[in-house]
């Protein structure tokens, strides 16, 4: 972004953020320190921190400075991984951040949640999934195959398609981190799964997630999601799945 970038840290802003060896890096900077990057340009401004770190000065300084600043005004913020959120006008922008002050205390005891939704109701689908839950069948290249495993009771990848989103972000490896089985996302999401083999039903729910993506720390990312059940040739049971990531019906903070 082009513009002006800047640390405001202890309520003011910082000329010379690292000369203490102790901050010596961002990272040190904003989670030990409690230091807020600003970057301010043409294309909006940006606010980053860290949520539990002692910087409240230094948010309520930027809080006041924001009406003389250039929207849209996006704020990237740490808790558990890294949260997007973006508005428009200054006044709302102002109040928003004054909120998410309000809860930086807060300590997420999960990383993964998912919301039933009502698949006759559209209006907030994106086209993708739209178009699946209409057709009740999901297109091999926009989906992934999961096989129920009766010994282990567990969901095993068989198949991604090339357009999905998790080839998209992790490529076409089985081994990536949303197809692993065990860990506490896959203990959550799955359960759905479950849920559309028991009842030989389409499912249709939202999910918000934390995921490690290359080359930055965890980031919290949510996605619509169609789970229809499927019976392989051989016998063997499992779902499709299709996935869009978009906006999502859950609220975390």
Not at 117 to 122: A, E, I, V
Request: glycine fraction near 8%; hydrophobic fraction near 35%.
């Amino acid at each position: 972004m082009d513009g002006t970038q800047y640390w405001v840290v202890n309520g003011k802003v910082e000329t010379d953020p690292f000369s203490d060896p102790q901050t010596s890096n961002p990272e040190t900077l904003m989670q030990r320190s409690g230091g807020v990057f600003v970057n301010t340009g043409r294309r909006g401004t940006t606010v980053r921190w860290a949520m539990f770190a002692s910087n409240w000065a230094s948010l309520y300084y930027v809080a006041e400075t924001l009406s003389g600043l250039p929207g849209p005004y996006t704020f990237e913020f740490f808790l558990s991984g890294w949260f997007t959120q973006t508005v428009n006008d200054s006044t709302e922008a102002y109040l928003r951040l004054h909120d998410l002050i309000a809860k930086s205390d807060i300590h997420l005891r999960q990383k993964t949640f998912v919301k039933a939704m009502d698949p006759g109701n559209l209006t907030s689908v994106t086209e993708l999934i739209g178009e699946t839950l209409t057709d009740g069948r999901a297109k091999p290249e926009n989906s992934v195959d999961c096989v129920y495993d009766q010994l282990t009771g567990k969901f095993v990848v068989e198949r991604i398609g090339a357009n999905t989103s998790l080839a998209k972000l992790y490529g076409m490896s089985p081994d990536s981190f949303p197809c692993l089985s065990g860990h506490s996302y896959d203990n959550i999401v799955s359960q759905a799964y479950k849920q559309s083999l028991k009842s030989e039903k389409v499912v249709y729910d939202h999910v918000m997630a934390v995921f490690p993506v290359k080359d930055t720390v965890n980031k919290w990312m949510g996605y619509q999601r169609a789970i229809m059940p499927y019976s392989y040739g051989d016998g063997r049971k499992g779902v499709s799945v299709v996935t869009d990531f978009a906006d999502v019906d859950i609220k975390i903070l």
